[in-house]
């Protein structure tokens, strides 16, 4: 993947996935619907997430650090 500023959505769940979090375009597509997913901008009709976007809202659906799943709220 390359270091361009803005990613579709296809790039966005490619890059999303590479971090560790299993995500669909569809899913993507979905979230822009219905809303809960990452931050995006429109280009005519085209969505585009930033990488900064993306992270972000990665860490916002990551829980904080367990030693064990009793330690779970």
């Known amino acids: ?3 361009k500023p803005y990613l579709t959505r296809a790039e966005a769940a490619e890059y999303i996935t590479s ?3 299993q995500t669909s375009k569809n899913t993507l597509q979905k ?7 990452p931050v995006y ?4 009709n085209k969505a585009l997430y930033t990488r ?6 990665i860490s916002a659906k990551m829980s904080a650090p367990m030693r064990s ?3 779970a709220t």
């Open 1 to 3: 993947m390359t270091d």
């Open 52 to 57: 900064a976007d993306l992270d972000k809202w």
């Open 69 to 71: 799943t009793s330690s």
């Open 31 to 37: 979230f822009a619907t219905v809303g809960g997913g």
């Open 19 to 21: 971090m560790g979090a």
């Open 41 to 44: 901008r429109r280009f005519g």
